[in-house]
Nanobody, 115 residues
Framework: QVQLVESGGGLVQPGGSLRLSCAAS????????MAWYRQAPGKQRELVAGITSGGDTNYADAVKGRFTISRDNAKNTVYLQMNNLKPEDTAVYYCNRWGRKNAYWGQGTQVTVSS
């Protein structure tokens, strides 16, 4: 069964932190590079951060130094630690395979950064 369940979003003030989690089914997670994406209102979905099965990471310029992606292979889970959040980080955040065509997406988790 294909499954992606994102959680951990919420409303936070500028400068605050959130930690997102994504539980994936084995068919999606195992041996695959994984990534976090986000989609703001009226904008296209964009890549935020990616991590290979071996732990190598890559970040969008907009989040470098503020966000950290990690994975727990035993739990089929990917995390995104977000620090020093800015209003422009407001979006729905999704996880999925990195660098692949993904036909299935989870419901995402809403992150709103506002004072």
């Amino acid at each position: 069964q294909v499954q992606l369940v994102e959680s951990g979003g919420g409303l936070v003030q500028p400068g605050g932190s959130l930690r997102l989690s994504c539980a994936a089914s084995g068919s999606i997670f195992n041996f695959n590079a994984m990534a976090w994406y986000r989609q703001a209102p009226g904008k296209q979905r964009e890549l935020v951060a990616g991590i290979t099965s071996g732990g190598d990471t890559n970040y969008a310029d907009a989040v470098k130094g503020r966000f950290t992606i990690s994975r727990d292979n035993a739990k089929n889970t990917v995390y995104l630690q977000m620090n020093n959040l800015k209003p422009e980080d407001t979006a729905v955040y999704y996880c999925n395979r990195w660098g692949r065509k993904n036909a299935y997406w989870g419901q995402g988790t809403q992150v709103t950064v506002s004072s």
